[in-house]
């Protein structure tokens, strides 16, 4: 196996002991954030216990870098993937590049994020991993992993984005042309005033481009997208569960949630722009590590991030190889870890239920976490808070 180690000092906020290489997996150059403990004899027959941590959308293995070093301190390997789209993974053999919307989109089918993830924990010398944590769109994922693959993923943290289970019954051979989400913006659309579901925006050939290209430049959107769904945005304490399913019970959430119908993203989340007071005591992203983000994306553009929107708009289309598993719950010991003031929680009414008490068949009351005092970001927000519940729960699954 040939990899390229580079050294953490490259971008700040790593800890010292946290690394950077690239491993040929399948198609890909998996960019991989790794930290071992510092006990670990690199010369001894036995591995670590691993851990392996996924992150979402607009974001990086970078986001985990506030948390990754405690973990290993406790005596954990920990790996943190560019997912397939994103950051420095990139096709074999070929330079980081913007990813055009018109390629084609199977290759970010969940089923094949799945085979990347394990391809990547055998490709490593592993098999088997003691959990797989997953936040935002690498919830999903980290839920299919222990879903399809409980004898290699021993239990799973899925965090801020519920797991309400793989397609129903009902959705099986639908020949309808439209997914519900699809209707469903249609409604959002006839509201007072008009407007629309953001996967289904990100889901547009526009999406990428405006995400790119924000009036304001990339930092200045980056900056207020991040406090906008962070609790640092005092209007994500009225987070709670919502009625129903409905365009009426929805339109209470934000802005960049339900979007107004004509604006793009960088256009709904600009009024609240954080003040230069409150970028300055920003202490979970300083400005040096938001310039990251801003490097990463500037070089790759948003399309890679975005095609997991696109496939999950269109499930009867790039959905289709997970019919098998209708029915199957997550057998592994399950955690849910996420901000109180995370609308995420709650944007599908009855998911954070269906998760508790179907989806997943071991999943205690005491391992469903809302830390307060965090939105969306919540490993960035509150990483002491995060590994402290990560520890209590894998410590507890290894017993």
């Not at 640092?232 to 304490?237: E, G, I, L, P, V």
């Amino acid at each position: 196996m040939s990899t390229t180690t580079t050294t953490s000092n490259a971008w700040p906020g790593l800890p010292s002991n946290i690394t950077s290489r690239i491993i040929p997996v399948n198609d890909l150059d998996i960019h991989i954030l790794e930290a071992l403990p510092a006990s670990w004899n690199p010369s001894s027959e036995s591995k670590p216990p691993l851990l392996v941590l996924l992150h979402g959308f607009p974001e990086l293995a970078y986001s985990w870098r506030r948390i990754m070093a405690p973990l290993a301190a406790n005596g954990y390997a920990i790996i943190a993937p560019d997912q397939r789209g994103f950051g420095q993974t990139k096709e074999r053999g070929r330079p980081v590049r913007k990813i055009a919307f018109e390629e084609d989109l199977a290759p970010y089918r969940m089923l094949n994020m799945v085979a990347d993830v394990v391809a990547l924990v055998y490709t490593l010398g592993y098999t088997s991993v003691a959990a797989v944590v997953g936040h935002d769109y690498g919830s999903p994922v980290a839920a299919h992993c222990a879903l399809i693959r409980p004898d290699l993923f021993k239990s799973v943290v899925l965090m801020s984005a519920p797991f309400s289970g793989p397609p129903s019954l009902s959705n099986v051979g639908n020949p309808s042309t439209d997914s519900p989400l699809h209707a469903f913006n249609d409604q959002l659309a006839k509201l007072d005033p008009p407007r629309k579901h953001y996967m289904m925006y990100s889901s547009t050939p526009s999406a990428a481009e405006d995400f790119s290209n924000p009036p304001e430049g990339l930092h200045a959107f980056l900056r207020t997208y991040y406090h906008m769904k962070s609790a640092d945005w005092k209007a994500n304490k009225a987070a709670r569960p919502l009625d129903a399913f409905s365009p009426a019970a929805l339109s209470v959430m934000p802005n960049y949630y339900i979007m107004p119908l004509s604006q793009t993203m960088p256009e709904c989340v600009a009024p609240e722009a954080p003040s230069p007071d409150e970028i300055a005591s920003n202490a979970w992203l300083p400005d040096d590590d938001l310039a990251v983000y801003v490097s990463q994306y500037t070089e790759t553009g948003f399309q890679g991030g975005l095609n997991l929107y696109r496939c999950g708009t269109d499930p009867l289309r790039w959905s289709k190889d997970l019919h098998v598993f209708v029915g199957k719950q997550i057998e592994v010991p399950a955690m849910f870890i996420a901000g109180a003031q995370d609308w995420g929680v709650f944007q599908m009414p009855g998911a954070a239920e269906a998760m508790r008490r179907k989806a997943c068949r071991d999943m205690k009351d005491e391992d469903f976490v809302l830390v307060d005092g965090a939105g969306h970001w919540v490993q960035q927000e509150k990483p002491e808070a995060v590994v402290k519940h990560l520890l209590r729960f894998i410590k507890k699954s290894d017993s």
